[in-house]
């Protein structure tokens, strides 16, 4: 190998694979450029890794289930040998949560991509969760609906990888976010138990433990299966866009929409540095900050929120539809790192949620932190989620290493400044991108006496420790 | 670099202390770093398509048919980065090269407007231990210039229409040969035919350029011989290749080169022919046809003219999803190319019983897995 591999632990043999095999036969690759793409998710420090030769991990092998009864089968053959089992759906995890840093067998989830249901009277479908987040989204509108789930990595992500990493999409504020979203799961545990919830609006049956699969990044299990909310597809967008004179005042307006119960399906509030990126020919917005607003529904209650929204922003300047037909447009363009990591930046978003009242003070503090860090030349955010609550800001950084300095040197830097200021500021340290590798050492400061429970669950429903090692919780 | 677009950086920059920004400005002036040098392939776009999260890949027919990662737009061009830079050198990384059926579905999603089987073209030339599947394909053409058994001679004929059939149509779609003959005659037009070789296509997307060479100083040199100031192709890949890539590579041809769909439209707006048709079809785009040479209309306008009761697939015009048969994936990678096919007929039957589109091998793809598919030419001539 001319390659450099970054975490090792391989462990796979013969006897194993051929037992692998006799599961799922012609379903599984031990091909060296499949391992070697199957090595690593969207993490952006692996981006860098990659120009450099690097590999984050080998897996030793890539198997595609076609039914959850194969992956019972696969899960109690791991379990018996003790091989790691990371669960693979799109890959576009941005944490790390899907390198098999310990080797083991990666369960590609891409066969299991079928729509199996759509209950119209319930509004419900029944979907495996391989399938990729456009199908998905594109076979509900050829039938007259939306799943109202739409992130950034719409195109690129599955089903399986928003219900394992907690997702939030785009137009969340309106939909909600997937655990929202989600009626019932279907789903393979550590020993190979096969377990199903109902799909029934709610049920006071004790906790639903199921949910505890929600966020828990391949740590305790496989889903396979999802009944999901579904909606109409909506008679009528309309849409808003105003400039204010700082952040402070547009997070204000937000926060009046959200008390009067309003829920605009995309709010956005972009920081000057991003309103400058993503709307430098809005001359209204030169220097300030930039605020859409996207309603959707019926059109009686579009044209109402539409009313009420343009009340409540009457201190900002009115751009019009165009910002946010712009951001319509451009919105899943995604060339930042392939334009910038060649020239070697170090570039990544950071996600964090926090209530009202602290609000501006955190954006401002990790605004800070992050221009602290020695080689930081952009510090910017955008706040992209909201609640009667609170808020998600989304940070972006990026840099050039110092003299001296490694570029994964660099790059935890500002993370630890980011993290650091968040939780001085009371904020939660992740949205909706999840923990991984990256976040793991925050985990504990931002839990506190839960993690205990936390580990306590991972122990009784994965004893041997082979449900996606090394993440999460070690 | 610095347009409009990247004020927002310029901006974060100019605030930066002064050892940060010359570094940033040193990193972004000279940006070689990953430079691999004396390739065919175009590295800077490898690059930023294997940077890039995937944004294509819901749409790339190989990925949803192979539903392996690796088979991905991105996937591909990950592992291209390590053999260009020479750090992979296994069998499975030189094959994984040829998965791609060429549709450019990826290139509609792209904010670079990188097509993964453009890319791929300079990769496969870069390689020099080809796969010898891919090679058995060059020395095939090289040896009878068409790709596949020809067994249909045409001859050659002098006329004013250069008719350029294309191998598919001389291997496996004489009809549509015989379909176009008989609309040049019911429209009283004095088609020409010449000695004709494979347009090139395989040998320049497998990566063989020098033989491509050959093949398109052959076509020019009839061409011009000829003397005919219209060529006619029935093959969306053929009129590309003449139009578009021929031209690139430093082929002129100097007469003007049409689809069959275009010309034929014209000559029933002329009222050079007269067709009368019914019953009910389904239209598929050719993904050449429609993405690389925005032919969408004309043949609706011509299924239209003639009385078709014309369906359409929820996939059509430049959403079109591929036959399985672009980019020679038939012929280097049969079993994915039967599954994008299998699925694409089974679109289109949800429509309509009778497919019909405007590419001999679209049309080869369907009936070769069960369909009933015929080219826009046949239906113009009457079905027989």
């Known amino acids: 190998m001319a390659y450099d591999v970054i975490y090792k632990g391989n462990k796979l043999d013969e006897k194993i694979l051929k037992k692998l095999l006799s599961v799922v036969p012609g379903g599984i690759s031990i091909k060296e450029s499949d391992r070697i793409v199957y090595a690593r998710d969207y993490w952006p420090i692996t981006l860098r890794w990659m120009l450099d030769g690097k590999i984050p991990a080998l897996p030793d092998c890539i198997i595609w289930p076609e039914n959850a009864q194969q992956i019972v089968e696969i899960v109690k053959i791991a379990c018996e040998e003790k091989i790691p089992i990371i669960p693979y759906g799109g890959g576009s995890g941005v944490v790390g949560s899907a390198i098999p840093i310990e080797g083991g067998i990666v369960v590609d989830m891409k066969k299991m991509d079928k729509v199996l249901e759509i209950d119209d009277s319930s509004l419900m479908a029944r979907v495996q969760t391989g399938i990729n987040g456009m199908n998905l989204e594109r076979h509900l509108n050829r039938k007259g609906y939306t799943l109202g789930h739409i992130p950034q990595s719409l195109y690129c992500s599955c089903l399986g990888g928003w219900l394992a990493c907690k997702a939030a999409g785009q137009f969340s504020t309106k939909y909600g976010k997937i655990e929202d979203i989600v009626i019932a799961m279907e789903a393979v545990l550590a020993d190979g138990t096969l377990i199903k919830s109902k799909a029934v609006p709610r049920s006071s049956t004790g906790p639903q433990v199921e949910k505890l699969l929600l966020g828990s990044e391949g740590t305790l299990g496989i889903i396979t299966e999802a009944t999901l909310k579904i909606w109409p597809y909506p008679e009528k967008r309309a849409m808003l866009s105003f400039a204010f004179d700082d952040i402070a005042r547009a997070l204000e307006a937000v926060r009046k929409i959200m008390r009067k119960n309003v829920y605009p399906a995309v709010v956005r509030i972009y920081d000057e540095n991003e309103t400058l990126r993503h709307f430098y020919d809005v001359k209204e917005a030169k220097n300030k900050c930039m605020l859409i607003l996207l309603m959707e529904g019926c059109k009686e209650l579009v044209d ?52 009202w009242k602290n609000a501006l003070s955190l954006y401002k503090a990790v605004i800070s932190a992050m221009r602290k860090v020695e080689g930081m030349v952009i510090a910017s955010g955008h706040a992209s989620h909201f609640y009667p609550q609170g808020v998600c800001f989304y940070f972006t950084f990026g840099g050039i290493p110092p003299k001296g300095k490694e570029a994964y040197e660099f790059y935890e830097n500002a993370w630890d400044a980011i993290m650091e200021a968040c939780l001085k500021s009371n904020g939660s340290i992740s949205h909706h991108h999840g923990i991984g590798i990256i976040r793991a050492k925050w985990l504990k400061e931002e839990m506190k006496e839960r993690i205990k429970m936390l580990k306590k669950i991972k122990r009784a429903i994965d004893p041997r420790n082979i449900m996606n090692p090394g993440k999460m919780i070690k | 670099m610095m347009s409009k677009k990247y004020a927002w950086v310029m901006d974060a920059l100019s605030k930066s202390p002064l050892s940060t920004k010359a570094r940033a400005m040193k990193h972004f002036l000279s940006g070689k770093k990953y430079e691999v040098k004396g390739t065919i392939a175009d590295i800077d776009a490898v690059i930023k398509c294997a940077l890039c999260p995937n944004m294509c890949k819901f749409d790339c027919p190989v990925l949803d048919a192979e539903k392996n990662e690796a088979t991905s737009p991105s996937g591909k061009m990950r592992i291209a980065y390590f053999i260009e830079k020479g750090l992979l050198e296994s069998r499975d990384a030189f094959e994984l090269m040829y998965k791609c059926c060429n549709c450019d579905a990826c290139k509609q999603w792209c904010p670079f407007d990188f097509s993964v089987g453009d890319l791929l073209k300079g990769i496969r030339a ?53 379909a176009m003959i008989k609309i040049f005659s019911k429209a009283n037009e004095e088609y020409a035919l010449m000695e004709e070789w494979c347009c090139g296509s395989p040998l320049y997307n497998l990566g063989f350029l020098e033989s491509f ?111 399985g048969n672009g980019g020679q994936l038939g012929i280097t990678n049969p079993s994915i190319s039967e599954k994008i096919a299998k699925e694409r007929l089974e679109e289109l039957r949800s429509k309509a019983e009778y497919i019909i589109t405007a590419c001999p091998s679209c049309k080869t793809a369907f009936e070769e897995n069960g369909g009933t598919a015929f080219d826009i030419a046949e239906v113009v001539a009457g079905i027989e």
């Not at chain 1, 539409?306 to 900002?316: I, L």
């Not at chain 2, 011989?225 to 890949?237: L, N, Q």
């Open chain 1, 304 to 355: 109402l929120e539409e009313k009420v929204a343009s009340k409540v922003c009457k201190n900002g300047i009115p751009c019009g539809e165009e910002p946010v037909i712009h951001w319509l447009k451009t919105r899943f363009n995604v060339k930042e790192s392939s334009e910038f990591i060649p020239k070697g930046f170090i570039f990544d978003t950071v996600e964090v949620s926090i209530a």
């Open chain 2, 126 to 178: 870069d390689i020099d231990n080809k796969p010898s599947e891919i090679l058995k394909i060059k020395e095939e053409l090289e040896k009878e210039h068409i790709l596949g058994k020809k067994n249909f001679d045409m001859g050659e004929k002098k006329g004013n229409i250069l008719y350029f059939a294309g191998c598919t149509v001389l291997s496996k779609q004489n009809e549509i040969a015989e």
């Open chain 2, 213 to 323: 060479k050959k093949f398109a100083e052959h076509n020019v040199k009839k061409i011009k011989e000829s003397g005919c100031k219209t060529v006619v192709c029935s093959c969306p890949t053929c009129t590309y290749m003449f139009k578009h890539v021929y031209p690139e590579t430093g082929f002129k041809i100097k007469a003007n080169v049409l689809h069959s769909s275009e010309y034929i439209l014209s000559l029933i707006e002329e009222g050079k022919i007269n067709v009368d048709f019914e019953g009910s079809c389904v239209y598929h785009d050719p993904c050449v046809l429609v993405r690389k040479l925005d032919v969408k209309e004309e043949p609706r306008e011509i299924l239209k003219k003639i009385g078709v009761a014309l369906k359409e697939v929820y996939f059509n015009g430049k959403d079109t999803r591929c036959c």
